[in-house]
């Protein structure tokens, strides 16, 4: 894991956007995360949120869409607030997981919106929102071919956590195999 300068936090992404670790600052406006494609992380294999094909924090209507993620051996995406300026509203729409540990994780973000992504051939959960991720929007995702991670845990096609108030779930599809 890498600490990034001057912020005091910790975490790995082929793409990290981070925003500084005081709360009285405010988030990042305007991220448009669109078109890519993030493969494996060549790092150590360690089952950790710190380490994730994409990791952002501390965004205030991030869009994130059209994306191919499969990163192998660590989570697909991480949208989080870490000790810094709150995660809110993002939007995470038209993406395509596959191979990953843990496909979408989103925590401590207020009213996230999930969105026909498609997450296939990974281990663990499809998506995971928690940390008091309060009005989640978690709709017409597609999920299939999903297995237990090696170590037994984390398998869930929805898992809600962490203290996830008032979250909609409607017309998603999960397939385990």
Known sequence: MDVLPRAGMIGEGAIYVAASPKTTDKPLKGWVIEGNA?????????????????????????ILRNNYIATGDAMGVSVFTDRGPHCTKPLIESNYFAANQGSLRISGCSDPVADSNTISYSYGYGIQTGGNSSGAVITHNLMHHLTVTPKGHAFNGLDCDGGAPCVTLCFNTSEWE
């Not at 089952?47 to 990791?55: E, I, N």
């Open 38 to 62: 993030v493969g494996a992380i060549d790092s150590e294999r360690v089952a950790s949120f710190g380490r994730s094909g994409l990791s952002i924090t501390a965004t205030e209507g991030l």
